[in-house]
């Protein structure tokens, strides 16, 4: 016969823990005597909470307390700069810069254009004057000299 | 049944009292006395230290962990307000802190390793007793197989199992730490407890 017991999952585990108020530990132990399932699901809880007690971590160190305080003392040490340095405020932060910098940025706005004019020119001038220098040491014969000082190397 | 009913009548009076001596040291600490947090700290580090281990199996990071637990509630103490329990606070900030380290741990580290530093953890507690050989041999390997069967719970099954058995906690607690309603905990434990009872079955 297939077991009747209402709530009966949260029911074993309470039973097991101890923590079934009085009415229902009654209720729990009458139904018990007549539910082979629930015996054997109770007896396997309570293997396993027998089981679970074994496990004992370690003592704690003997230094966790100083450590913990030369923690708090790093902190307390800190600028008020240095606590904003939490990193979800970093995050909101560099946000921040990027929405700012989204609304100055005018697609092919005035602000812009001239200065990238003026970096073109830089480039063709920089190519001008590059092209001049490499022909005026081919003129004065550097280029052997920094051959021939490779050689020695 | 007498013996029950007032053996957890007893155990809810202490733990309520405790948690009333919490908030209040608590609100000291918000005032500015470092004595009461000093208090705090003595009073829950071996739990939060224990819990830490459990969660995340090696217990020098464990205690780095609970370190900052305890750094993050000594920072936030001026935001502290009685009518939150102090333990559902502070192991809502631990299980958050044990679940994003296992997250981010899970791909680089290699199960190898992490069984050869939690068997070194564990044989200092097991060789202090007085078993023979044989019998420390039998306990050592129960001790591994029930690490590894609460191991292999999902994290958030493994963390409300934690908390019930060892931390004692009942499910509206669970649930406030796990931020989740108490059905969805009772849920958690039910599939939890089922594992653990199939894979431990044949333990006597």
Same mark, same amino acid.
């Given at each position: 016969?297939?077991?009747?017991?209402?709530?009966? *999952?949260? !029911?074993?585990?309470?039973?097991?823990?101890?923590?079934?108020?009085?009415?229902?530990? @009654?209720? !729990?132990?009458?139904? !018990?005597?007549?539910?082979?399932?629930?015996?054997?699901?109770?007896?396997? &809880?309570?293997?396993?909470?027998? @089981?679970?007690? *074994?496990?004992?971590?370690?003592?704690?160190? @003997?230094?966790?307390?100083?450590?913990?305080?030369?923690?708090?003392?790093?902190? &307390?040490?800190?600028?008020?700069? &240095?606590?904003? @340095?939490?990193?979800?405020?970093?995050?909101?932060?560099?946000? !921040?810069?990027?929405?700012?910098?989204?609304?100055?940025?005018?697609?092919?706005?005035?602000?812009?254009?001239?200065?990238?004019?003026?970096?073109?020119?830089?480039?063709?001038?920089?190519?001008?004057?590059?092209? *001049?220098?490499? *022909?005026?040491?081919?003129?004065?014969?550097?280029?052997?000299?920094?051959?021939?000082?490779?050689?020695?190397? | 049944?007498?013996?029950?009913?007032?053996?957890?009548?007893?155990?809810?009076?202490?733990?309520?009292?405790?948690?009333?001596?919490?908030?209040?040291?608590?609100?000291?600490?918000?005032?500015?006395?470092?004595?009461?947090?000093?208090?705090? $700290?003595?009073?829950?580090?071996?739990?939060?230290?224990?819990?830490?281990?459990?969660?995340?199996?090696?217990?020098?990071?464990?205690?780095?962990?609970?370190?900052?637990?305890?750094?993050?509630?000594?920072?936030?103490?001026?935001?502290?307000?009685?009518?939150?329990?102090?333990?559902?606070?502070?192991?809502?900030?631990?299980?958050?802190?044990?679940?994003?380290?296992?997250?981010?741990?899970?791909?680089?580290?290699?199960?190898?390793?992490?069984?050869?530093? +939690?068997?070194?953890?564990?044989?200092?507690? +097991?060789?202090?007793?007085?078993?023979?050989?044989?019998?420390?041999?039998?306990?050592?390997?129960? $001790?591994?197989?029930?690490?590894?069967?609460?191991?292999?719970?999902?994290?958030?099954?493994?963390?409300?199992?934690?908390?019930?058995?060892?931390?004692?906690?009942?499910?509206?607690?669970?649930?406030?730490?796990?931020?989740?309603?108490?059905?969805?905990?009772?849920?958690?434990?039910?599939?939890?407890?089922?594992?653990?009872?199939?894979? $431990?079955?044949?333990?006597?």
């Amino acid at each position: 016969m297939a077991c009747t017991l209402e709530n009966r *999952e949260e !029911m074993l585990i309470d039973y097991v823990d101890g923590s079934l108020p009085a009415d229902r530990l @009654a209720q !729990m132990m009458s139904h !018990m005597k007549g539910c082979a399932e629930c015996r054997v699901a109770a007896d396997a &809880q309570l293997r396993v909470w027998t @089981a679970l007690e *074994e496990w004992t971590p370690a003592p704690v160190s @003997a230094d966790f307390n100083r450590t913990l305080y030369q923690k708090i003392d790093v902190e &307390q040490s800190k600028g008020w700069w &240095q606590r904003l @340095a939490w990193p979800p405020l970093g995050l909101a932060a560099a946000c !921040m810069v990027l929405v700012v910098a989204m609304l100055f940025r005018v697609p092919g706005g005035p602000v812009n254009e001239p200065e990238k004019k003026a970096d073109v020119t830089i480039d063709v001038n920089q190519v001008d004057r590059t092209l *001049e220098d490499i *022909e005026m040491f081919k003129q004065l014969g550097v280029g052997n000299d920094v051959n021939e000082a490779e050689g020695v190397l | 049944m007498a013996q029950h009913s007032i053996a957890t009548g007893v155990r809810v009076d202490v733990a309520a009292v405790a948690l009333e001596q919490d908030a209040e040291l608590m609100v000291r600490v918000r005032e500015g006395d470092t004595q009461s947090f000093t208090l705090l $700290l003595n009073r829950h580090r071996t739990p939060v230290v224990h819990f830490l281990t459990r969660m995340v199996r090696v217990q020098p990071v464990a205690e780095e962990l609970a370190q900052e637990v305890f750094l993050r509630v000594y920072k936030s103490r001026a935001s502290y307000e009685p009518s939150a329990k102090f333990t559902t606070w502070l192991f809502r900030i631990a299980t958050h802190l044990a679940l994003n380290h296992i997250r981010d741990s899970k791909n680089e580290r290699g199960q190898e390793s992490l069984d050869q530093e +939690v068997g070194e953890g564990m044989l200092r507690q +097991v060789s202090d007793g007085h078993l023979s050989v044989e019998q420390d041999m039998v306990r050592r390997e129960r $001790l591994r197989e029930v690490r590894d069967v609460i191991q292999a719970l999902p994290d958030k099954q493994r963390a409300a199992v934690l908390m019930h058995k060892y931390e004692e906690m009942d499910y509206a607690q669970i649930a406030k730490v796990l931020e989740c309603s108490e059905s969805a905990v009772k849920s958690l434990l039910f599939r939890a407890y089922e594992a653990l009872r199939a894979r $431990l079955a044949h333990m006597s």
